[in-house]
């Protein structure tokens, strides 16, 4: 199953369950930026539509994060908050898993980075179990 919302965001099922799916790949500089307030505001639309427990796997792997980018993800993920449930990261380096880690601190989000799609779609599974 997989039913697009946006060029770069998709409902994925896996074990049963659904996941949005965000793939970030291919994206730099503003176009990210754009990109994530545009995802956003799909989210919060989503979950005023009654989808409050999101399940979410973010794809950012051959990412680059730059002062910008992180604001965004940010603002976003405040944002977004009342709409999620789990959020699994895969692509992120050494350096990215503790800007992930600041990310969370600031936002109160626990979002969980992941070397790859498997294992976090699993952790996810998991989630929505709980």
Do not use: C
């Not at 919060?44 to 990412?63: T, Y």
């Not at 503790?98 to 989000?109: A, H, M, P």
């Amino acid at each position: 199953m997989s039913d697009r919302i946006n060029e770069y965001m998709e409902w994925i099922e896996h074990r049963g369950i659904r996941l949005m799916h965000i793939d970030y790949r291919g994206l730099v500089g503003d176009a990210v930026v754009r990109q994530v307030r545009e995802n956003g505001e799909a989210i919060i639309e989503i979950g005023m539509r009654g989808e409050k427990d999101q399940l979410r796997l973010v794809d950012v792997r051959d990412g680059f994060a730059t002062q910008e980018i992180l604001a965004a993800f940010k603002e976003v993920g405040v944002a977004i908050t009342p709409y999620s449930r789990a959020t699994a990261v895969v692509g992120l380096t050494g350096r990215q898993k503790r800007l992930l880690w600041i990310y969370n601190r600031l936002t109160g989000r626990g979002a969980r980075p992941f070397d790859d799609h498997d294992k976090a779609k699993d952790w996810l599974v998991k989630q929505a179990k709980r």
